[in-house]
């Protein structure tokens, strides 16, 4: 038989699916253990048991000066500024890529200057956000919209273009104007297409945050590690990359979640 | 009366002629079939009937109006594929035939209770009630095309417009769809365009069947030339239609009897 033709059986595929995670806690594990036999004070491959107890630590002792627990601060914080930018990326990507798809002039007005755009690296950006914005919040959610919204914009804009002609005639047969066509045709259906886009660019997202806080912040995910960088301090590194990961996880899973429950019509799809 | 007047059509892309001097004259509530081989421009010739896209020369009238220049209320059309609204259910695509036209395309309260009460009954004629709250994705072929043909007809357009409507369907289910329009015709009595591959199904429909072709032909460069009605065949009375002739003109009846001697 095949190889491409073998499947693995249920317990097999499970088995299959945990193994890279056990081989890398693993190879840390051994890792950590040959540096910590050759010096106790290392400090770069800290014991998984050190880990566990900073994780333990970090998640529920408040800061001894302002009372509050350090890392739900920076977990909030992070995840307004995602979600501000990712939500204002999503809003202004809607409504340019409904224009661009639909509408003649606008599609000759924007989408090269769209595709010009998307060119531009964010992050080269950043000084000059930083230079017009401040250092505050302001700038660092812009850089968030500033990285994802050409993306989304170009994703949506083609999908529209995908929706077959004989839809849009039939519902101009029907008697419906530009906005309805635009309401109640193009916009259900791009949705999940929007959600997939959002999935797809919250990695970009996540790396945009993270790059903004690093440089200039006082509180957030990417800031703390930054910070403890300092310190050597790998535990607490660690713990945050991993916290980070969940987080970035539940978020795309949520988000699958919900385009599955809210449009049931794709019957299955994405 | 001519109620669908077409008059010197000429259509062409990018230089490349696809139909010229096309003239017809339909009267209403007469069922036209159009045939021809792939790319003789019959399916050309329907976009253009549904003002989908402008002649580049000639114009086509519905009722003596002006020519369209964009696809709207008065024609109602199905195509092959993509002719219903996936992500509405199958109450909710009959429904937008009548929300559509509103300011926001959406009705609410009781405005909505009652449409779609009306787009029961409809789903009820059209053998459709069960599937109401289905999306189309779950339903066959055919009940795809029932439901589309229904949503076209409950907008009340003044023309009708079939593009190989019937042509991704399995024989059998044809056979059905042919009764079900033959029915919706002798209810509504609407003027009907179906441009279709099976000439067999052009006669059976049609009161009418146009056959496009191209009458001047360059071996050295077949673009040259576009299609235009070749043959323009009476299909009444199973496309014998001269069998009656002397029932429908008396005084021709007159004329043949032979005189008394």
Redesign the interface.
């Known amino acids: 038989m095949r190889l491409l033709n073998r499947h693995p059986t249920r317990p097999a595929g499970v088995l299959l699916a945990a193994l890279p995670f056990v081989a890398v806690l693993i190879a840390y594990w051994i890792g950590s253990e040959i540096r910590l036999a050759a010096n106790p004070q290392d400090k770069l491959l800290p014991a998984p048991a050190t880990i566990l107890n900073t994780a333990a630590g970090l998640f529920t002792e408040p800061n001894k000066r302002t009372g509050e627990i350090l890392l739900w601060a920076d977990t909030w914080a992070s995840l307004r500024r995602l979600a501000l930018g990712v939500g204002i990326g999503a809003l202004i990507s809607l409504t340019v890529g409904v224009g661009i798809g639909l509408l003649p002039y606008v599609r000759r007005g924007l989408s090269s200057f769209v595709a010009v755009l998307s060119m531009v690296p964010p992050l080269a950006l950043l000084p000059i956000l930083f230079i017009v914005f401040g250092l505050g919040e302001i700038s660092k959610v812009v850089l968030i919209v500033i990285g994802i919204t050409p993306f989304l914009i170009r994703d949506l804009s083609q999908r529209v273009l995908d929706i077959p002609h004989e839809e849009i005639v039939k519902a101009q047969t029907l008697g419906a104007s530009t906005w309805v066509i635009a309401l109640r045709v193009v916009l259900p259906q791009i949705l999940p297409r929007l959600i997939a886009g959002i999935r797809l660019s919250l990695g970009a997202a996540w790396l945009f945050l993270i790059a903004a806080e690093a440089v200039a912040a006082e509180v957030g995910l990417g800031y703390r590690i930054f910070l403890v960088r300092r310190y050597l301090a790998m535990d607490i590194i660690l713990t945050y990359v991993i916290w980070i990961t969940l987080l970035a996880f539940l978020i795309d899973f949520a988000l699958k979640t919900l385009s599955r429950k809210a449009f049931p019509w794709l019957g299955g799809g994405l | 009366m001519s109620f669908v007047t077409v008059r010197d059509v000429f259509q062409e892309y990018d230089g490349r002629p696809i139909i010229e001097r096309v003239n017809l004259d339909v009267a209403e509530g007469e069922f036209v079939s159009i045939v021809g081989a792939s790319g003789c421009g019959k399916s050309t010739f329907l976009r253009l009937l ?1 003002a ?1 896209e402008t002649p580049t020369r000639g114009r086509i009238t519905v009722d003596g109006g002006k020519p369209a220049r ?4 008065e ?3 199905v ?1 092959q ?9 199958v109450r909710d695509n009959i429904v ?2 009548e929300s ?7 009705f609410r309260g009781a405005k909505l209770r009652e449409a779609r009460a009306r787009a029961d009954e409809v789903l009820e004629r059209i053998g459709l009630a069960h599937v109401a709250g289905n ?4 339903l066959s072929g055919g009940m795809q095309q029932r439901l ?1 043909i229904g ?2 007809l409950h ?1 009340r ?1 003044r023309i009708l417009l079939l593009d190989e409507p019937f042509g991704a369907l399995d024989p059998g289910t044809r056979l059905s769809m042919h009764d079900f329009l033959t029915q919706l015709r002798a209810e509504t009595s609407m003027t009907v365009f179906m441009v279709t591959h099976d000439l067999g199904e052009g006669f059976k429909l049609g009161d009418r069947v146009l056959v496009f072709d191209k009458t001047r032909w360059d071996p050295d460069y077949p673009e040259r030339y576009g299609a235009t009605i070749t043959y323009d065949f009476d299909a009444r009375d199973h496309g014998i239609p001269y069998q009656h002739i002397l029932d429908k003109i008396p005084s021709l009846a007159a004329a043949a009897t032979p005189p008394p001697a």
Do not use: N
């Open positions: 549904l989908d964009e696809p709207g209320r024609r109602g059309v195509f594929k993509y002719s219903v609204f996936p992500h509405m259910t937008a035939a559509f036209p509103k300011g926001w395309g959406w999306y189309p994705s779950t589309a949503q076209a907008a357009p």
